[in-house]
Each structure stands twice: as C-alpha cells, then as structure tokens.
C-alpha cells in the first residue's frame, strides 16, 4: 500500500466531558452563540467605511461662524467589519423567520418576501413626495386602490391613509370625533374606554384633549351595555372599543353599543388591531362603527421591522369622512387620482381637520399591504380569518385542560386564546412560563394583559403558523404548565439557553445608562 | 393559497379537537346578520406572486423616479446614495420580523442597535440623550412642544418663520385640540432667517421656541442667540433639523444651547419612499429625560452578569400610564432606526462630515449655475445643501414645466405655501453627493428654455 | 406622634400642624422595586384625595394620594439619589413630603396602626 494515511486526519467522536464540565472560551463566544461588542468598542471615532468622491471642494465662506468644531464622535466601520456586526446582533434575536410569535394582540404572522421585492420598485420607493403629481401618477392610483380596498372590507365610507401607526390612526379618528362635535357646536369632552383596553386608547384620547372614563367588563370578558349606556350623556364625545377585543372576544352587543352611543350623540370608535379575526367575514361599517384604524402591519403582513415602522389608515363613516386629515387621497371625476392638500382643502375638503404629518402617509407599507391584499384577494383574505381563529381555538382547546381559560367556558375565542395564572404553584408566576417558553425556543406570549384578567397570558397564534407547528408549540405549553403546576424550581431561573439570563430593569429604570459612556 | 399552511385535512382534524361542526360555529358571537355569507363582493380573488408582481410593476412604470432625472427637491426629504450593505442587512429575517423587544433575553440584537442608534443621534445632534425614534420629524416636532408644555407649565410656543410648513400644520392641528397656543409667522424672501422676530416674541409665557436649523428656505438662523433670549425668559429651545447630513458640517444643535432636538432622519439609509416610513429623531437633556415621548433602550446587566440592554423607564408610556402617558405613541420607526444606524456605522463621524462637504460643494455649484440663468437670483447668505431661488414667475408653473422637460427642478414655495402670495415666485433647491455636473447643467438649460 | 392610615395605604404622622406622609410596608411590597419617586414641589397646595407625588417600579407607576389637604413644605431630596429607601425603609427613611395640615378634622375617621393591620390582613 501507499502511506498510510499521510495527513493523520482520522475522524473521531472524542470522549465525553465529565459531570458538570463548563468551558470557559476566551473569546466569550460559545461557537454559534456569538457576543458582540458595540461599534464604540471596534474603532475609534475619526474612520469611515465610505468612499466619497473627492472633489475639488470650494472655501466655506458662506458658512463662517457656523462651523461644526468637531465631527461628531462616532466610529465609521469599513462594509466587513459592518456586515459582520450587524450580522452576528441580529443572532440574537428571535423572529418570525425563525419559529412561532405568538404575541397577543401583535399579530406576528408570516411576512410575504413578494411585498419587499416590489415595495422597492424605484417607482414606489425612490420617489419625493413633493413631486409635481403629473410625476407620480401611479404611486397616488397604488394609494388609491388600497384605499379602496379597505374601505370595501370595512364596508365604510372613505379614509385617511397618512397616519404612521396605530396609536396616530387612534389621533386621526379622535380628532374627526373633535371636528365633527365642534361642527356641531357642542362641547363633548370625555371619551368612554373599556378597562380591558389596550393603554394606548385612553392614552390617545388624553393626547388629543378628552378626559377618560373607564367602563367595567361583564363576567364573560366584554363591555357592560348597561354600564356604558347608563354613563352615555351630553359630555360624552363617544366611545372607543376594541373589537375583537383585548380578551380574543367579539364584543356581540357592538350594534346596540353603537346605537345607544349614536342615540346619545356620539360616536364610536373601533380600535381595529384585531381586525385580522374578522376581515373578509364581518365588515365593522355593518355594526355602526364611526371610525377605526387598521394596522396595515398587523391585518396586511407589512413587517414588525423590531418596533415599526407601522401604518394606520382610518376608515371612516359618513358622518366623520368630511372631517379626514390632508392630505386626502381622492379619485376624480375623470378616473385620475388626487392629492387634496392645504391648496384645494377650501374647496375639496373644508371641514378637514387638517394636517397630521408631514407628508401622505407610509407609501413604503402601503405597497407592502396591496401587494399581500392582491395577493390573498376577497376569498384569501376571508380564509386569513378563519384559519387564525381556528388555529387559536385549537390552542384554546388543547391547553384549557392545564391552564385556567377564564372565558373559555363561555364558547369559543376568536384570534387569540387567554389563558390566566390560577392553579399555577405558590410562586410561580406567569413571568416563568414566558421564559420557559424561550427555553423551548418559542417567542412567549403576550403576558400581563390584558389587564382585567390576572397573570394574563394572551395566546395569537395568526393563520400562517402550519398544524404540525402548533402541535409543537401545544406540547412545550403542557410540559411547562406542569412544571409551574409541580412547582419545578429551574423554571424560576429561566431562560437558561438564550443569549442572555433573566436582565435586571430594575437597575436599568434606577440608574439610566441610555448612551454609550466610554 | 402560499401564505396558510392548513389543509382541509387539518382543518376538519381541528375542529374535532375544538369541538365544532364548522368554522362557522367558532363565529357564533358575530350577529348573523353582520355575518358575510361569502368572500365581500366586487373585490377581485387571489393571484399568483407572477400576477401581481406584474400589476405592482406596472403602476411603478407610471411614475417618474427620482433616479430617472435629473432630481434637486428637498424640503423635509432628502436623496442620498445608500450603501448597499444598509438595505441587505436590514432584509435580515432577525432583525426584519422581530416585535419591539419585550422579551429582552431573545431581542439583545434589536435592543443593542437601539442603544446603539440612541448614542449615534445624540451625538449628531449634541444632545445628552436620545430615543430609539418617533414615527418622522414632524411628529416629533409637536412631541417635543408638547414636552416642554409639561417641563415649563406653559401653553404658549413661538414658532419660527423658518419651521416646514407641514410641521407647523401637524402642530397646529393638535394645538387645536389640545389648546396649546402657538405663534406662527409665514416666512419672508429674506437673505436671513427671521431670528429677530423670534427673539422679540418670547416673552414669560413662552414655554418654548421651535427653529429649523437649516431652515425651510435653506437658511441657517444663529441657535446660540435665541437660546440665550429664550433662557432668559425660562422658555425652552426646540431645534428641528430635518437635513442631519448638515450636522457632518454645521454645529450641533445641542452645542448652541437647544433643550431639545428633533429631527428627521430618512436623508440617512431611509430613502424618499413618496413620504414614508421616515425617521423622528428626538435628543433632550438629561434631565429631561423623563418627560420624553417614546422608547427608551438602556444599559444593565443580566443574571450573571453580563452586559445587556432592556427597554427602560416605561414609565413614562401608554401601557403602563394609560392617559397620563407622555405620549400615545407605542412603536418606534424600528427598522427605519436599524437602517439610519447602520449608514451611520458606514458613515462614522469622519464620512459624515465628509459627505456635508461634497453636499455642500455640489449646492455651491448648482448655486452658481442657476444664478447665470437670465432673471433668476439666489435668495440665501448661508445655506447647506439647500437653498432658495426667486424665478421671475410662478414656481408652481415652473415646476411643472420642468417636470414636461424630465427635470425634477425642486420644490416650489407656492406648494408649501398655497396662501402666501408673496412667495409664489421662490424654488427651493437642493444637490447632494448624488447630483453630477451633468444634472446641474441639464437642470440650468431646461430653466432657460423655460424661463425663455 | 400619632400616626394615621388610609385606604389607600399612605401613612401620615402629625407633629403639630405638620404631617409627614408615606407609603406602607405593604404597599411597597405590593409594588416591588421602586425606581423613581416624582415628588410633589415645596410650596404645592394640595387638596385631600390630590396625587401630587408618582411612585415608580418598573412595570407600574401608582399615584400617591394626598391624605389631608395641606401646602407641601418639605420633599425627601434623599429619594431623588435612592428610590430604594421606599422599598427597604418605607415608614421611617422613604417619607415622601411634608404639609401643613389645612384641616386636622380630616384626620378624624382615618385608620390607626391596628386598624390598618387588620385592613390589611382582610385584603
């Protein structure tokens, strides 16, 4: 034979570490669990990893006296060490792309790869706003067709497309309710809010100059008609309800709430974070909603993007269309579709509130949502609904043998299921289940809300998550249901596989270190 | 249909799980007479990713991109080149498809960008601190007066001529609302910014001034000055920058003497996207650090000690506060923050200052071209990469004729200001690193052959 | 000094026609670590049931009511540096603000120690 074996390299299982054995590493990365420092901490300020072209640059006269002294301090790092920072933080986060969200009220589904590819069009994306609109007749018909669109599923009657979030699409609808009592000439001051709602409802009212008064929820987890009604009066502006509610609840009196609100003089408005459980199936203009914002990222799929950006069109009834914010997207008399900013507004819109934001609206989610609405169409979108409400009762009913379901006796959920911490061990706390969740490498649910059920644990599963993956997810539920139920100490200290332990926010909120100090 | 993985056979083995006859049962709370019995009428079905990559593509055919022509507008947004690695990095499914980052233990990714971000800007602008980002500019602008309401206790604000006039609008809607006063002047066709006027309008009521810096004509106002005055009557100063490529050359806010900066950030790896997402930018003081709107990321440790940052001082926001929050707002522009930082990291402080100086350069030289062109005259003393020209006629038709010719020759000041006839002959201007020789000179000929 | 309690879980001791007020021992209990103390500013004038002062944990931010109605004369500056001395000493060192008392009536009908114990006890 040759040599045998020339290299040496003999392919070998090693042997096994000893009871306990923990590694140290020098580096501190743990093969694929990699840290990473801060950009502060790679370079110095004074680098750059950009090439500029050099020009033949002129004197600064024209701008003696207002001189920089000093670059601002901040490192530039050269595109591989850029890429690889980035690339390795990234790893530390959990994501959609890696497994089941299951974020109550978050709606963390599937984000389709469709709407990046053609939200970057240059046609869409590499357009001012201030273009002359002969220049961007197809971005204005892109708007207009989502808007009509959502004015269809909503069975409503127009709609303002440029509030940036959710919590500025709540502003927007407040703020027709104000102009629209103004136009009146009444002064109606208090906003009527569940106390399941979601904080930024009453939050929002305040923002926009109402006062708040809370309604109590029945024993089945929705509004009291009789509490609403007997607070409804001359002061009250109207009401903002969430529907589905915060308790994965449709709110089944939403006509008479509606009704009695209208009788009374004032308005209703839907927070439409959970409109993803009913579109396609239930248009909220048919139960006599005045106004509601729709998270284009939640219903429509735009991405999270780790804490927006968001988008929040308001569809808007009859009654309070009038009083939409500029600009206003309008088709024409001949088919073309129309900015209608500061300019017309005396003629085309007199009674409108006026601006909300610079500019009209988020284009770069908008593009996003129509392509995943096209996408889906009328049929997809009414099967988003109930592939999202079957898949959260499945997990209603495949958990509420383990963990108490505070309404789950009363019928089914609609998107999202809710489960409470009663019959958890002494100790044992809502908190542990969440990072024992992480554990089994889930994203835990939303947790501690809503707030009128206690140790809430709000379970939204969303339509694109596959059976066999929330059979996965079911089973970790159980074992760590039992567990809590067991009183198993080592939940107490979880996470213990993730890139960091429990973080203490008590030091944090103490001491704030929100800038790198070296 | 691509997006829902159920089949049929999953879904008949779920509903006996649940329980249920059909799905149908699991809408039983829905009064049947809201109930639909089909797909919403008149709406088209679904189509393939071929289908309607074809219809989204064939609307983006109809505009006119900014990359197309020759490009000079400005006012509020900005075009500049955008590293490649930005828009890559940002596709990260991690980073891309990741929440607000309550779960600290799985988010340490998003959460250190944001402290990241959070020093980046609060030293572009020079302030102590700064969030983790607001929905844009001028949104952030009426935050930050209603900030310093609540820090000073005072309603009344003094707006200067120079601030967007869509940041005033956004303003004034909400002081409507909110019964905040505030004082506005339109601006003039002057040289100088209106510093003066503002001075002379802060008086013991005046909880703050608000100054664009540069301003809506280009202009660059003296901070230091109306801080001085605005500190002697306890008001504070809000700082709107809506260009940060400037602060690579022109002072920080902060250094003169602002209480609080906001800005927009899109110029920096956001891009024009026809007006959204952008990027409010939000420093302040330290000491005012509880009184400010939006997210914090903040530094601690975890159990064993390790360095790691959470979301901090919530305090202050809607879900915790309800209506006693600083703010209803509850995201952050994430991903717009994610892309802005990681230009920046490109960038560095060196790059950026760099960069200020190609804008600049290439602003000075469309400065001089427009200014051969017969009847046009340049309005600004000092000005960054933006400025104002007075054309011997309407702007707005000027525009417009330009965009027949393929120019996209600026923003016309009868657009931002549809009621100030005084203004209707201005333009205002911008190049950056982006504008070549060729475009300025395109842009110089198409002006005389409309102006001729 | 006598020493009276509320519902609410404020103490106020009374020296004179001054009153120092408190959270509880429960009360800080139930809240957990405090972070942040938002003191009411000296020279405030307070109606009873006002809340001029915030106290801040992490996940929750509780009013503090005003037990008696009164003009703030005194914060505890100490808070500003140790938000914690609510926590480890809330009855003595974790004082919140002193008033002058408007109206000593409205001090009749509140708790005392033992009453408060056994209100706690019930809760």
Same mark, same amino acid.
């Given at each position: 034979?040759?040599?045998?074996?020339?290299?040496?390299?003999?392919?070998?299982?090693?042997?096994?570490?000893?009871?306990?054995?923990?590694?140290?590493?020098?580096?501190?990365?743990?093969?694929?669990?990699?840290?990473? /420092?801060?950009?502060?901490?790679?370079?110095?300020?004074?680098?750059?990893?950009?090439?500029?072209?050099?020009?033949?640059?002129?004197?600064?006269?024209?701008?003696?006296?207002?001189?920089?002294?000093?670059?601002? &301090?901040?490192?530039?790092?050269?595109?591989?060490?850029?890429?690889?920072?980035?690339?390795?933080?990234?790893?530390?986060?959990?994501?959609?792309?890696?497994?089941?969200?299951?974020?109550?009220?978050?709606?963390?589904?599937?984000?389709?790869?469709?709407?990046?590819?053609?939200?970057?069009?240059?046609?869409?994306?590499?357009?001012?706003?201030?273009?002359?609109?002969?220049?961007?007749?197809?971005?204005?018909?892109?708007?207009?067709?989502?808007?009509?669109?959502?004015?269809?599923?909503?069975?409503?009657?127009?709609?303002?497309?440029?509030?940036?979030?959710?919590?500025?699409?709540?502003?927007?609808?407040?703020?027709?309710?104000?102009?629209?009592?103004?136009?009146?000439?009444?002064?109606?001051?208090?906003?009527?809010?569940?106390?399941?709602?979601?904080?930024?409802?009453?939050?929002?009212?305040? %923002?926009?100059?109402? =006062?708040?008064?809370?309604?109590?929820?029945?024993?089945?987890?929705?509004?009291?008609?009789?509490?609403?009604?007997?607070?409804?009066?001359?002061?009250?502006?109207?009401?903002?309800?969430?529907?589905?509610?915060?308790?994965?609840?449709?709110?089944?009196?939403?006509?008479?709430?509606?009704?009695?609100?209208?009788?009374?003089?004032?308005?209703?408005?839907?927070?439409?974070?959970?409109?993803?459980?009913?579109?396609?199936?239930?248009?909220?203009?048919?139960?006599?909603?005045?106004?509601?914002?729709?998270?284009?990222?939640?219903?429509?799929?735009?991405?999270?993007?780790?804490?927006?950006?968001?988008?929040?069109?308001?569809?808007?009834?009859? &009654?309070?269309?009038?009083?939409?914010?500029?600009?206003?997207?309008?088709?024409?008399?001949?088919?073309?579709?129309?900015?209608?900013?500061?300019?017309?507004?005396?003629?085309?819109?007199?009674?409108?509130?006026?601006?909300?934001?610079?500019?009209?609206?988020?284009?770069?989610?908008?593009?996003?949502?129509?392509?995943?609405?096209?996408?889906?169409?009328?049929?997809?979108?009414?099967?988003?609904?109930?592939?999202?409400? $079957?898949?959260?009762?499945?997990?209603?009913?495949?958990?509420?043998?383990? $963990?108490?379901?505070?309404?789950?006796?009363?019928?089914?959920?609609?998107?999202?299921?809710?489960?409470?911490?009663?019959?958890?061990?002494?100790?044992?706390?809502?908190?542990?289940?969440?990072?024992?969740?992480?554990?089994?490498?889930?994203?835990?649910?939303?947790?501690?809300?809503?707030?009128?059920?206690?140790?809430?644990?709000?379970?939204?599963?969303?339509?694109?998550?596959?059976?066999?993956?929330?059979?996965?997810?079911?089973?970790?539920?159980?074992?760590?249901?039992?567990?809590?139920?067991?009183?198993?100490?080592?939940?107490?200290?979880?996470?213990?596989?993730?890139?960091?332990?429990?973080?203490?926010?008590?030091?944090?909120?103490?001491?704030?270190?929100?800038?790198?100090?070296? | 249909?691509?997006?829902?993985?159920?089949?049929?056979?999953?879904?008949?083995?779920?509903?006996?799980?649940?329980?249920?006859?059909?799905?149908?049962?699991?809408?039983?709370?829905?009064? &049947?007479?809201?109930?639909?019995?089909?797909?919403? /009428?008149?709406?088209?079905?679904?189509?393939?990713?071929?289908?309607?990559?074809?219809?989204?593509?064939?609307?983006?055919?109809?505009?006119?991109?900014?990359?197309?022509?020759?490009?000079?507008?400005?006012?509020?947004?900005?075009?500049?080149?955008?590293?490649?690695?930005?828009?890559?990095?940002?596709?990260?499914?991690?980073?891309?498809?990741?929440?607000?980052?309550?779960?600290?233990?799985?988010?340490?990714?998003?959460?250190?960008?944001?402290?990241?971000?959070?020093?980046?800007?609060?030293?572009?602008?020079?302030?102590?601190?700064?969030?983790?980002?607001?929905?844009?500019?001028?949104?952030?602008?009426?935050?930050?007066?209603?900030?310093?309401?609540?820090?000073?206790?005072?309603?009344?604000?003094?707006?200067?001529?120079?601030?967007?006039?869509?940041?005033?609008?956004?303003?004034?809607?909400?002081?409507?609302?909110?019964?905040?006063?505030?004082?506005?002047?339109?601006?003039?066709?002057?040289?100088?910014?209106?510093?003066?006027?503002?001075?002379?309008?802060?008086?013991?009521?005046?909880?703050?001034?608000?100054?664009?810096? /540069?301003?809506?004509?280009?202009?660059?106002?003296?901070?230091?000055?109306?801080?001085?005055?605005?500190?002697?009557?306890?008001?504070?100063?809000?700082?709107?920058?809506?260009?940060?490529?400037?602060?690579?050359?022109?002072?920080?806010?902060?250094?003169?003497?602002?209480?609080?900066?906001?800005?927009?950030?899109?110029?920096?790896?956001?891009?024009?996207?026809?007006?959204?997402?952008? $990027?409010?930018?939000?420093?302040?003081?330290?000491?005012?650090?509880?009184?400010?709107?939006?997210?914090?990321?903040?530094?601690?440790?975890?159990?064993?000690?390790?360095?790691?940052?959470?979301?901090?001082?919530?305090?202050?926001?809607?879900?915790?506060?309800?209506?006693?929050?600083?703010?209803?707002?509850?995201?952050?522009?994430?991903?717009?923050?994610?892309? %802005?930082?990681?230009?920046?990291?490109?960038?560095?402080?060196?790059?950026?200052?760099?960069?200020?100086?190609?804008?600049?350069?290439?602003?000075?030289?469309?400065?001089?071209?427009?200014?051969?062109?017969?009847?046009?005259?340049?309005?600004?003393?000092?000005?960054?990469?933006? %400025?104002?020209?007075?054309?011997?006629?309407?702007?707005?038709?000027?525009?417009?004729?330009?965009?027949?010719?393929?120019?996209?020759?600026?923003?016309?000041?009868?657009?931002?200001?549809?009621?100030?006839?005084?203004?209707?002959?201005?333009?205002?201007?911008?190049?950056?690193?982006?504008?070549? /020789?060729?475009?300025?000179?395109?842009?110089?000929?198409?002006?005389?052959?409309?102006?001729? | 000094?006598?020493?009276?309690?509320?519902?609410?879980?404020?103490?106020?001791?009374?020296?004179?026609?001054?009153?120092?007020?408190?959270?509880?021992?429960?009360?800080?209990?139930?809240?957990?670590?405090?972070?942040?103390?938002?003191?009411?500013?000296?020279?405030?004038?307070?109606?009873?049931?006002?809340?001029?002062?915030?106290?801040?944990?992490?996940?929750?931010?509780?009013?503090?009511?005003?037990?008696? =109605?009164?003009?703030?004369?005194?914060?505890?500056?100490?808070?500003?540096?140790?938000?914690?001395?609510?926590?480890?000493?809330?009855?003595?060192?974790?004082?919140?603000?002193?008033?002058?008392?408007?109206?000593?009536?409205?001090?009749?009908?509140?708790?005392?120690?033992?009453?408060?114990?056994?209100?706690?006890?019930?809760?």
């Amino acid at each position: 034979m040759n040599a045998p074996n020339p290299s040496g390299w003999r392919p070998a299982m090693g042997v096994a570490a000893p009871e306990g054995f923990e590694s140290p590493t020098v580096s501190g990365d743990r093969a694929l669990m990699l840290e990473e /420092p801060l950009i502060f901490e790679l370079r110095e300020p004074g680098t750059t990893g950009v090439d500029i072209d050099d020009l033949e640059l002129e004197p600064l006269d024209t701008l003696a006296g207002f001189l920089r002294a000093e670059a601002p &301090a901040l490192p530039g790092l050269t595109e591989p060490e850029t890429v690889r920072h980035y690339t390795r933080l990234s790893r530390q986060n959990y994501a959609i792309d890696l497994g089941p969200f299951p974020l109550g009220s978050c709606t963390m589904k599937h984000n389709p790869r469709l709407n990046e590819k053609l939200a970057r069009l240059p046609g869409f994306a590499d357009v001012h706003p201030l273009q002359p609109q002969q220049t961007v007749r197809g971005a204005l018909a892109a708007i207009n067709e989502l808007a009509v669109w959502l004015i269809e599923l909503t069975g409503m009657h127009g709609v303002a497309m440029s509030p940036k979030a959710g919590a500025h699409g709540e502003l927007c609808g407040l703020l027709c309710i104000k102009a629209a009592i103004e136009a009146r000439g009444e002064d109606r001051t208090v906003i009527l809010v569940p106390e399941s709602a979601h904080g930024t409802n009453p939050a929002t009212a305040a %923002f926009a100059g109402f =006062s708040v008064e809370s309604i109590p929820a029945t024993a089945d987890g929705r509004v009291d008609l009789a509490a609403l009604t007997a607070k409804l009066g001359p002061h009250v502006a109207g009401v903002m309800i969430t529907n589905p509610n915060t308790c994965g609840l449709f709110e089944r009196d939403m006509k008479a709430i509606s009704d009695a609100v209208h009788a009374a003089g004032g308005y209703v408005y839907c927070d439409g974070a959970n409109f993803n459980a009913i579109v396609g199936k239930v248009r909220p203009g048919d139960l006599g909603i005045d106004a509601m914002h729709i998270n284009l990222h939640k219903t429509f799929s735009t991405p999270h993007g780790g804490g927006g950006p968001g988008s929040g069109p308001v569809v808007l009834s009859e &009654a309070l269309a009038p009083f939409g914010p500029l600009p206003w997207t309008a088709r024409m008399a001949d088919g073309t579709v129309r900015l209608i900013e500061e300019e017309d507004a005396a003629t085309e819109m007199p009674t409108s509130f006026g601006r909300m934001a610079a500019f009209h609206g988020q284009m770069g989610m908008f593009t996003r949502a129509l392509t995943y609405i096209l996408s889906h169409g009328a049929d997809g979108l009414r099967q988003v609904a109930e592939d999202a409400v $079957l898949n959260a009762n499945y997990v209603l009913r495949s958990l509420d043998d383990v $963990l108490d379901a505070p309404f789950g006796a009363a019928g089914p959920c609609m998107h999202e299921a809710l489960f409470s911490d009663a019959g958890l061990a002494e100790g044992f706390s809502t908190l542990d289940m969440a990072k024992g969740l992480i554990d089994e490498g889930f994203h835990p649910m939303t947790v501690y809300f809503p707030l009128v059920v206690h140790g809430a644990m709000l379970i939204e599963p969303t339509e694109t998550e596959s059976k066999a993956g929330l059979d996965r997810f079911i089973a970790s539920m159980r074992s760590l249901a039992e567990r809590a139920k067991a009183g198993d100490e080592t939940l107490k200290s979880a996470p213990h596989f993730a890139p960091r332990r429990r973080l203490d926010e008590t030091l944090a909120a103490r001491k704030p270190v929100l800038t790198w100090q070296g | 249909m691509r997006y829902l993985p159920l089949t049929s056979a999953d879904r008949a083995e779920m509903l006996g799980v649940i329980g249920a006859a059909s799905v149908d049962d699991l809408f039983a709370d829905v009064p &049947a007479a809201a109930r639909l019995p089909g797909p919403v /009428p008149g709406l088209p079905h679904h189509a393939s990713e071929m289908a309607v990559e074809r219809h989204m593509t064939a609307l983006a055919a109809q505009n006119l991109s900014a990359g197309a022509a020759p490009f000079f507008l400005g006012a509020g947004a900005y075009r500049h080149h955008v590293p490649a690695s930005v828009d890559h990095l940002i596709q990260r499914g991690e980073f891309l498809t990741a929440y607000t980052p309550y779960q600290p233990e799985i988010a340490q990714g998003t959460l250190q960008v944001l402290f990241e971000f959070q020093t980046q800007v609060a030293r572009l602008l020079g302030t102590d601190v700064a969030n983790a980002s607001m929905y844009d500019g001028s949104t952030a602008c009426w935050e930050a007066i209603a900030m310093a309401a609540r820090i000073t206790r005072r309603k009344r604000a003094v707006l200067s001529g120079g601030l967007h006039p869509h940041y005033v609008s956004t303003a004034a809607t909400m002081a409507r609302f909110t019964g905040d006063v505030l004082e506005t002047r339109a601006p003039v066709l002057d040289a100088v910014p209106d510093d003066d006027a503002v001075i002379a309008a802060i008086d013991a009521e005046t909880s703050c001034v608000v100054v664009q810096y /540069p301003d809506i004509l280009g202009r660059i106002p003296d901070l230091a000055k109306i801080a001085a005055a605005a500190q002697a009557h306890g008001a504070l100063v809000i700082a709107v920058v809506t260009e940060p490529v400037a602060l690579g050359l022109i002072e920080a806010p902060g250094k003169l003497g602002a209480d609080i900066v906001v800005g927009e950030g899109q110029a920096l790896g956001v891009g024009l996207q026809f007006g959204g997402p952008y $990027l409010g930018l939000f420093g302040c003081r330290e000491k005012y650090v509880r009184q400010m709107p939006g997210r914090l990321c903040g530094q601690t440790v975890d159990a064993t000690g390790k360095r790691g940052f959470v979301l901090t001082l919530s305090t202050r926001e809607q879900h915790i506060r309800r209506e006693k929050a600083t703010s209803n707002i509850c995201t952050n522009a994430g991903l717009c923050a994610l892309a %802005f930082s990681i230009h920046m990291t490109l960038l560095g402080g060196a790059g950026l200052a760099k960069l200020a100086r190609v804008n600049h350069a290439r602003a000075q030289q469309l400065a001089a071209r427009l200014a051969a062109v017969p009847g046009v005259t340049v309005l600004n003393r000092a000005y960054f990469n933006e %400025f104002t020209v007075i054309l011997p006629r309407d702007a707005r038709d000027v525009v417009r004729e330009l965009a027949d010719r393929r120019v996209l020759g600026g923003v016309s000041l009868g657009r931002l200001y549809p009621q100030e006839t005084a203004l209707a002959n201005g333009l205002l201007v911008t190049a950056t690193e982006l504008t070549s /020789p060729e475009d300025i000179e395109a842009f110089g000929t198409a002006l005389e052959g409309v102006l001729a | 000094m006598p020493r009276y309690f509320t519902q609410d879980h404020e103490w106020i001791e009374v020296d004179g026609d001054t009153g120092t007020v408190g959270i509880t021992d429960y009360a800080q209990g139930q809240l957990g670590d405090i972070t942040y103390v938002d003191l009411p500013e000296v020279g405030a004038v307070l109606k009873r049931g006002d809340a001029p002062c915030v106290v801040d944990s992490v996940k929750a931010a509780s009013d503090v009511y005003a037990p008696v =109605s009164g003009t703030v004369t005194d914060v505890n500056e100490a808070l500003g540096d140790e938000p914690e001395l609510v926590n480890t000493d809330p009855e003595t060192g974790g004082w919140l603000f002193r008033v002058t008392l408007a109206d000593a009536g409205e001090l009749d009908g509140m708790m005392d120690q033992a009453a408060y114990n056994a209100y706690v006890a019930g809760l």
